[in-house]
């Protein structure tokens, strides 16, 4: 009878003892890998939306409608307060999430804090702008995320059923700007956020880009015209986020150029800046990127053309930024 060979107990515990060492030593190069491999997707993505973007202007003149309005909303006849709102609020971010592990909140609290959005409500004539730009209608997002919000908040439960509701673009509509927004149709110079006081402008040292002030945010989810058109075959998705199961809005984002119209309601009729905005006439920025560091002068009440938009995916990065990733500090503004 011949005798079987095998391995002894200590002979198995030694192999796995240099594997597990091995695993030990490459899965940290692995997880760098993993990390960068998601920016360059992340980035690959974003250039795709803009050349669709891109090439759907050159075809047909004007910006896909059906973008995804990033807000919730009370109800549709948009009927009293929400949060202190006219009709429309701000969605959570994971920044308000009580533990780490208590559900989803809409964005992640990097995408707010780099292009700190605001609601801004629509006049007539902004309204007008937009459906100019093609931007006809859009789809509320309406997540109507729960998680983060305080006990009794004024959220009217019967909104719940009515998520992504399509709305026309008029009059009265709230949308997502940078760094500033009116609550109302008509305010009597009560703006509101980080850009609406020179001391609140400059207190922030994380501005994704000062330009981005002043410009209306749109998603760019699956109801939109680029899709219903075939131009791309789906929404794309950013891979920064898809292991993130704390943010459901994991999609890339759209900044529309600064209207005139927006423009108008910060200036008189001799172009000249209203009181509550001479600050924003020349704002002086640095970027962060130590002694290298660059310094560029924004003016924040000139409308841009018509054309100038810019992606930032679901964490806030900016596309094709000749300075990617790099965060601007307001260092003086107008008198």
Known sequence: MSRKS???????????????????MVA????????????????????????????????FERYPSGLTNLLDENNATGVGPFDGINRFRMPTNTSQLEVFD????????????????EVHVLNAAEAFALRQLGVTTVVNLNAYNFDGLSAGSPLIIAARANPKRISNVDTGLGVLMAGIGAPEVSPTGAWEGRASTPALLQTD???????????IILGLGPDSDLIAREIISTAGLCPEGLGNQQTSWNHYVILLPRLQATVDRMTNALGEPLTAFTHLREITAESNSGN?????????????????????????HRWQDELDRTMWRVTEVSS
């Open 6 to 24: 095998g391995f002894t107990l200590l002979e198995v515990l030694i192999v796995i003892a240099i594997m597990g060492l091995i695993a030990a």
């Open 292 to 316: 290298n560091g660059i310094e560029r002068t924004f003016n924040l009440l000139e409308p841009q053309s018509r054309t100038r938009f810019h992606i930032y995916s679901p964490k806030g």
């Open 28 to 59: 940290p190069r692995f997880a760098g890998l993993r990390g960068e491999s998601e920016v360059v997707i992340r980035d690959t993505n974003q250039g795709r939306m803009a050349s669709a973007i891109t090439g759907y202007w050159e075809s």
């Open 102 to 117: 208590r559900g989803t909140a809409t964005f992640d609290e990097s995408f707010i804090a780099r292009l700190k959005p």
């Open 205 to 215: 040292s994380d501005w994704t880009s000062p330009d981005a002030i002043g410009r």
